[in-house]
């Protein structure tokens, strides 16, 4: 298989489209059609200035700091602390806006979900509901001393799907009495269904040998991708995806040994439960409802990455002479059409990351994250780019 290798820069703004068939519109009903997603989403960091949908209209909630603010960019770029408590300082967990020292945030049907490092070094996951303010502790690992080894434990990685939260446990164990024995890395990936309360741990791995990562589900399954780094064994790396029965925890293969990326953990699920993924010269459309696996796109250059936001699938694809091209197609695998993106060949005007109902939450070309509403990326209008800062 053939490993496409992208700078992390890339990997972010390359989050738009591409097929080398005849231009030709596509046809959209954007008047009747949300883009808004609640299931299936990822967590953003705290630290780039990243902003999340609220979960009705175009609003959206920005962790800045340790509080959290809220704004609506189809009305304005302005923002406020989420908090109308008077005379509140925002700097205590007395105010529902504050967060502390959080990494990573979410917010799903009304609720916050963030995972905080303790003043005692803790890493503890919290549900929040910033009406009341009421917070609650879902998970805590805590780094320890024992046995003459040190034990390094995270948390990171929360994806919300279906009334679940999933996030990845990391740990190092280093021996005291060799330091120069180097780690044992272990990542087990944990469910937390937020009804029950109730933990499992779905798969647990060696990280210095493989990685698993949990891209979605509906409910009922899970899918997973494998990646396989190289090794002596093996002179490129793996890619695989994996559908899990969450039931049982069973996993079938739905694809081996050829993928290059089932499409980025921002843009990989719709509302209706189509998953995108490419090989290199195939764009695939899967449904986890009813296990169909449909071909969409075939082309002969090769395919770098590929999304799926709302019914608009977007991809990009190298030509010969390395230059990258941006094409939007659909769900129903009409002829896609190449976006112009302002005449860039190796990055995108603008890269979507989120939606809103009407928009995208993106990162323009300069590197400012914001706000573009979907009438305006269709006409390419980047002029109508709302910064979040």
């Not at 953003?44 to 175009?58: E, L, P, R, V």
């Not at 009407?358 to 573009?372: A, E, T, V």
Request: net charge negative; charged share 20%; with cysteine.
């Amino acid at each position: 298989m053939k490993k496409t290798i992208i700078p992390m820069i890339i990997s972010i703004i390359l989050l738009s489209g591409c097929n080398n068939s005849t231009p030709q519109e596509t046809s959209h009903t954007t008047e009747s059609e949300s883009l808004l997603q609640i299931e299936n989403q990822v967590a953003i960091s705290t630290i780039f200035q990243q902003s999340i949908s609220a979960g009705k209209g175009d609003a959206v909630f920005k962790p800045s700091g340790s509080v959290v603010y809220y704004g609506d960019p189809s009305v304005s770029d302005d923002f406020t602390v989420f908090c109308s408590k008077a005379g509140c300082q925002h700097n205590s967990e007395d105010c529902g806006a504050y967060i502390g020292n959080a990494s990573e945030f979410i917010a799903y049907k009304d609720l916050w979900y963030y995972i905080r490092t303790m003043d005692d070094g803790s890493m503890v996951l919290f549900e929040q509901n910033p009406i009341t303010n009421e917070r609650t502790e879902l998970k805590k690992v805590v780094s320890k001393t024992e046995d003459n080894k040190y034990y390094f434990i995270t948390m990171q990685g929360i994806m919300v799907s279906y009334d679940c939260i999933y996030l990845r446990v990391d740990q190092m164990v280093f021996d005291n009495a060799n330091l120069n024995a180097g780690s044992e890395n272990t990542t087990k990936h944990v469910e937390i269904n937020l009804s029950t309360r109730k933990e499992r741990t779905l798969i647990q791995f060696d990280s210095t040998k493989e990685s698993w990562t949990i891209v979605g589900g509906n409910g009922k399954c899970l899918m997973i991708t494998k990646y396989i780094p190289n090794n002596s064994d093996i002179s490129q790396g793996i890619d695989a995806l994996y559908r899990m029965n969450l039931d049982d925890l069973s996993h079938e293969v739905i694809i081996d040994g050829e993928m290059l990326s089932y499409s980025d953990l921002s843009g990989n699920i719709n509302a209706d439960n189509l998953l995108t993924y490419c090989t290199e010269h195939e764009i695939h459309l899967y449904d986890l409802d009813t296990g169909e696996d449909k071909l969409l796109y075939q082309i002969n250059n090769t395919i770098i990455r590929t999304n799926i936001f709302g019914n608009d699938v977007f991809y990009i694809f190298s030509d010969s002479d390395n230059r990258y091209h941006f094409m939007r197609g659909n769900t129903a695998g009409n002829t896609a059409i190449e976006m112009k993106n302002n005449g860039y060949t190796d990055g995108t005007a603008f890269g979507c990351y989120r939606t809103t109902e009407n928009g995208y939450l993106g990162l323009i070309h300069d590197g400012q994250f914001g706000w573009l509403s979907q009438e305006d990326y269709y006409q390419e209008n980047y002029d109508g780019f709302v910064p979040l800062r």
